[in-house]
């Protein structure tokens, strides 16, 4: 690892999972001397500091008039929360510092970070496609991003060419497979693989409750209910800035599913076991069925 890539103060902005583990991997790679860590809730901050995922407080944002002293500027918080920050919080960072977000849709926190204003630091859009359905420090790992795609916004979308080149070096050494890619390519791409699951599995949980006996519904369920409702756990108030960065690219996900679920609807209407017939529209759902 280079020194460009090894950060001598780094603040994570947002103790939750990604941003706990991510001070973990930081600290066991060597990626820099020290890790600080803000949080709007105390609990947060102060079960970050017992586990050891950070090591000091920075409370330069507790305050709107104070500079931060860190090189790399990490957050890790809800997108709306990281738009805000950018938005409200440019002159609190250093200058020459390095700022790199977690955020799960890329398009607006890339334009808040264009339009900030004060700007006298880099920044690299990222997100890590890693993580899980429970949240907090208690749940935080060190070999959260191993292995893991991390996506860095392109240049293209404002990220700065040689911050890109460190913060993308760093997140290697802590074992997470980057991928450059637009703003744009990130919101499809994850509206399909994140986006969209989300909301499925959300659905089914939501029908099951709205049975007349839940509850006898849940008792005969097994391991396929449990692991497709697993992310409807999920925390909504995350979720709802994610949709509501990137509505039209979910619009056009559920465009896409929602005639592939009608026609099996409607062909599975039409069909009974004597009838007989094939099921197509059924088994094309079925990537290894014997159609």
Known sequence: MTDAARWDTVTVVGCGLVGASFALALKRAGACRRVAGWDVSPAALDEALARG????????????????????????????????????????????????????????????????????????????????HRGGPAHARADLFEGAPYVLASVEDGSDPAALASVEE??????????????????RALALTSHLPQLLSSALASIVEDDADPDALRALSGPGYRDMTRLAESDWRVWRDIFLTNPAAVADALERLLPKLTAARDELRQHSYDGGGALRATAALFNNSSQ
């Open 170 to 187: 760093m997140l290697e050494r802590i074992g997470a497979r980057v991928r450059v890619l637009s703003a744009r390519e990130h919101d």
């Open 53 to 132: 995922c950070i090591d000091e407080v920075d409370r330069s944002f507790a305050a709107t008039d104070a500079v931060s002293p860190s090189d790399l500027v990490y957050l890790a918080t809800p997108v709306g929360q990281i738009i805000e920050f950018l938005r409200t919080r440019a002159g609190q960072v250093k200058a020459g510092a390095v700022v790199t977000d977690a955020g799960s849709t890329k398009a607006e926190v890339c334009r808040a970070a264009r339009e900030a204003k004060g700007r006298g630091w880099s920044f690299v859009g990222g997100h890590p496609v890693a993580g899980g």
